[in-house]
């Protein structure tokens, strides 16, 4: 194995935690009082984080892809318990190489269209610090040799995402939504983290090297009290956290009304990164997968049933995200079912073939929802069609409509008049309860 480079790899994974940290605490009144580095502050610093991440992660891929690079290491022990040792460690290879690429850039991307999308949120800067966090959390999920960093990633990109769906904690819908989504990804994960003691409990060691290379005697060990293999069973229940993370049938209900967050966090978590972690795990465990025919089969019964269901469901939709949510989990499907059918590069492409057409999509979603109407209703694109114009760059288009709304604000609040305001119109057709 030729040895990589671990400073490298720190850097990469801790830059976007450091930036979330100081503007979380100085973007805001958390430390002070008031804000010590203001928006711009903020904004500039978390995005100069995953810069530098994601010019990282594209050199580490190049390494691996040119030079045939890894690196499976320590880098620290954090406790020692008899013979057991828990560790923050990397693997890289390939396959986390190409998930740090996609993970950081379509986060870079996210955090540039933040700009203009978030212009004239109260919560900016926590804005900006929740999803530089949430990106520090799924690279150290992908980047982890061992299952318990693993599993620290899972329960943190779990957490950010609860945060990001509740952000307008004043709205009912996404307290509402925020707590489903957490509650039905504790379902799944309550089978994970069964699926990681198992396999614990029989290998002493929580390294992936060394319970990969034990898969052979796992996969001849009965499960105690039952004629089942051991290895089946674990298999089944680490799917099952999967299922709960990629939003699988069934507990895909979570994804949908997760819509209710702000499109950004759409793109950045339900589209590119944390859905796609289920898919990800089980690329990563499938030298244990391959000894269980039973668990395969399993996965691509799911996977072909979220495929064809979920896709259907998304065609009675009328709200624009939530017809994209609808498309992603039956993509997600279909990734679940190359799986089935150990297919896992084909799994992979097309998980990083979809993390960037449907970021975008959500992206052209929301300057949509801003060029043409605040709602998200399909009926109401159609009357405002022939008089919107083309949103141009989602920042500075939005930047102007946040301006042209606040000096609106501004000039209602002096206007002493006590006439009735006229419902405004799009063309011919009247909106009575939404702008154009």
């Known amino acids: 194995m030729t040895t990589g480079v671990p400073n490298l790899y720190l850097l990469i994974a801790f830059a976007p935690l450091v930036t979330a940290a100081l503007a979380g605490m100085l973007g805001t009144s958390f430390l002070t009082g008031r804000a010590v580095i203001g928006r711009s502050g903020s904004h500039l610093l978390t995005i100069a ?34 013979d057991i040792r828990v560790e923050i460690g990397f693997l890289i290879d390939a396959l986390s190489a190409m998930m740090m690429v996609v993970v950081t850039s379509v986060s870079l991307m996210v ?8 212009a004239d949120d109260p919560g900016y800067q926590r804005f900006f610090s929740y999803i530089s966090l949430f990106t ?30 509740g952000f307008w904690y004043k709205k009912p819908t996404a307290i509402f939504a925020n707590m489903k989504a957490f509650l039905i990804n504790r379902v799944g994960d309550f089978g994970f983290i069964l699926g990681i003691g198992l396999l614990f409990a029989y290998t002493g060691s929580l390294d992936y090297a060394e319970v990969f290379g034990r898969a052979d005697d ?20 680490l ?7 990629s939003a699988q049938v069934p507990l895909h209900a979570w994804l ?42 399993f996965i691509i019964v799911i996977g072909a049933i979220g495929a064809l269901f979920l896709g259907v469901l998304g065609i009675i939709q009328n ?58 209703t399909s009926a109401r694109w159609a009357a405002c069609a022939s008089t919107c114009r083309s949103p141009g760059s989602p920042s500075s288009w939005a930047r102007s409509r946040w301006s042209a709304r606040r000096s609106s604000r501004a000039t209602t609040r002096r206007n002493t008049s006590s006439r009735p305001l006229t419902p405004p119109t799009c063309g011919a057709q009247a909106l009575p309860t939404m702008p154009c």
């Not at 599993?151 to 943190?156: I, R, T, V, Y």
């Open 319 to 376: 709200d624009i995200k939530r017809v994209i949510a609808y498309s992603t989990l039956s993509q997600l499907g279909y990734m679940t079912v190359a799986l089935g059918a150990s297919a896992y590069s084909v799994a992979i492409f097309h998980l990083m073939t979809h993390a960037f057409f449907k970021a975008l999509l959500f992206l052209g979603a929301g300057s949509v929802i801003m060029a043409c109407t605040t709602s998200r």
């Open 49 to 82: 984080g995953v810069l530098i991440s994601a010019l990282g992660s594209a050199w580490v891929l190049y390494d691996v892809v040119a030079n045939g690079t890894t690196f499976n290491g320590t880098v620290y022990t954090w406790s020692l318990i008899g």
């Open 256 to 297: 949908p009304d997760s819509m209710e967050g702000p499109t950004p966090i759409s793109a950045l978590i339900h589209a590119a990164t944390m859905v796609t972690a289920g898919i990800f795990m089980v690329a990563r465990f499938s030298p244990l997968f391959e000894h269980s025919e039973t668990a395969l089969s």
């Open 218 to 237: 796992l996969a001849a060990t009965g499960f105690p009290g039952t004629d089942w293999q051991l290895l089946t069973v674990a298999c089944i229940c």
């Open 239 to 245: 799917f099952i956290g999967a299922m709960g993370k």
């Open 111 to 118: 955090h540039i269209y933040t700009i203009g999308y978030m």
């Open 136 to 165: 520090f959390s799924m690279l150290m999920l992908v980047m982890a040799n061992n299952m318990l960093q693993l599993f620290f990633g899972w329960e943190a990109v779990g957490l950010v995402s609860y945060l990001l769906i």
